[in-house]
Structure formats: structure tokens, C-alpha cells
């Protein structure tokens, strides 16, 4: 690899004495660092983690990767917590772009330190957000610095930081579902995703409105690829789907 600056950057300067730099590896594998203020127009969601994940056995964590249907791409993942919030990325409609380990986010202390956030992602108006997972009670006091860094860091370019824990079991176990379905091969024909939306037109429990549209047995594959693109929607944070579940098609009334 090799190493370079940001080059083509507008006027912007990094407030003096915020030490703030960006280390990233771009598209083309090429290594790049640079003032925060610098990198505000960088597509990191195209970029390459700027880390090697950790696979060996006997580490207590549970690695892998999750195929994106929101880039088509594959993105890491270092433990269930961060496979949940990855797909929960991936459901998200206002969700464009999604990385993992990012960038290296280096700042002054009380010594040089650095930090690669698990994620960021791109939303759909072009704004980023930032976020590392880690579950409440396994925070310690350099974590709590490091995020706290990361969120000022990414409030000056007008970036949304989160720190994600655990997700809601009932959401959880939803999109867990859906993801089943994620694939365009589980979209069907044509002619059976009108007939759901003929079918759930307006709000309807899912099983008799797949049965309307024709043989469940065809229908419901699709009708659940629907509902991953949200094209069809449910409340899936209430209850877990089942064949009372009202489903209705987006944009319509409650």
C-alpha cells in the first residue's frame, strides 16, 4: 500500500489545538491521512477497514461477515452485537453506504492515542454517522474517553455519533427474519409483487393478504422481501411478525 494525503480539499482549517487527524485506506487500497476538517467530503462507506479482523479460535468472539443488500458488499463484523447492528444498518431505508473499522481517529492527551470506530455509515441526505458497539457494562474508563473523543470529532463535521449496546429483542428478532429474505432472488416475479400490493393496499394480517395474492408458498418469500425493502411495512417493534400481523403498503394509513 501506499501512503498518501488528502489532495483536492476546499479552504476548510482544522481549528488550532484540536489534534484531530483521520487515517483511512480509500477504495483502491491506498492509505491516506489528514486533518479532520479535511475529510468531511470522504467517502469512507467505499473505503477498506484499516484493521485486520480477528479470527483465531479460543478468542471469546464470534467474527464473520454480513452480505450488505444495501451495497451488495460484504462488511465485517467482530461479534453478535455488531452482526445485529449491521443488519439492523441494512434494513434501515435512510441507510446508503456501510463500513466497518472506518478510519483511525488519532488526538492529543495526556499521550498521542488513537481510536478505529466499528462503523460508519451514510444516510440517505449525505450526512454520516459514526458508531462503535460495545454493550454498557463492558465500557471502561479508556472506552468512555475514546468515545467521547469520537462523538466531538464527529459533531465538527456534523456527523451523528452513537454508541450501540444491545438491540431490542422484538425488533431484533424481526429484522432478524426479514434478513432471511434480503436477497433479490426472493423478490419473485412481477406479476406477484403486484398482487401483494393489490392485496395489502391497505392494512391486512399477513397471512391472509400473502394467501390473496396467491399460493403462500410463492407469496410469502416475496412478501417478505417486500417487507425488508420496506416497500411493504409492519410495526416491527411491537410485537414478533405473525399471521395476524397487520401489513399494509408503505406511504398508506395505519
Known amino acids: 500500500m501506499h501512503v498518501m494525503s488528502v489532495s483536492g480539499v476546499g479552504p476548510r482549517v482544522e481549528p488550532a489545538g484540536s489534534g484531530f487527524e483521520l ?33 483465531s479460535r479460543g478468542l471469546g468472539h464470534f467474527p464473520g461477515w454480513w452480505w450488505a443488500a444495501t451495497t451488495g458488499r460484504h462488511v465485517g463484523y467482530e461479534s453478535w452485537l455488531e452482526r445485529d447492528l449491521v443488519r439492523a444498518l441494512d434494513f434501515d431505508p435512510e441507510i446508503t453506504g456501510i463500513a466497518s473499522q472506518p478510519f483511525w481517529l488519532y488526538w492529543r492527551g495526556k499521550r498521542g492515542r488513537r481510536h478505529a470506530p466499528d462503523y460508519f455509515a451514510r444516510r440517505a441526505d449525505g450526512t454520516g454517522v459514526v458508531i462503535d458497539v ?13 468515545f467521547a473523543v469520537t462523538a466531538e470529532a464527529c459533531s465538527r463535521l456534523g456527523w451523528e455519533f452513537r454508541r450501540a449496546g444491545e438491540i431490542d429483542p422484538v425488533l431484533g428478532g424481526n429484522v432478524r427474519w426479514l434478513a432471511r429474505y434480503r436477497h433479490p432472488r426472493c423478490a419473485g416475479r412481477a406479476e406477484v409483487s403486484c398482487r401483494l400490493r393489490e392485496a395489502f393496499a391497505g392494512p391486512a394480517p399477513l397471512l ?22 420496506q416497500e411493504l411495512v409492519a410495526d416491527v417493534t411491537r410485537e414478533r411478525l405473525g399471521p395476524a400481523t397487520p401489513v399494509r403498503a408503505a406511504g398508506t394509513g395505519r
Open 23 to 55: 487515517g483511512f485506506v480509500d477504495g483502491g487500497g491506498v492509505e491516506r491521512r489528514a486533518q479532520l476538517a479535511a475529510c468531511a467530503e470522504v467517502r469512507f462507506e467505499d473505503g477498506m477497514p484499516v484493521r485486520r479482523f480477528r479470527w
Open 134 to 146: 460495545r454493550a454498557g457494562d463492558r465500557i471502561e474508563a479508556e472506552d468512555a474517553e475514546a
Open 208 to 229: 391472509a393478504g400473502a394467501a390473496e395474492a396467491g399460493d403462500p408458498l410463492a407469496t410469502l418469500p416475496a412478501l417478505f422481501h417486500m417487507m425488508w425493502r
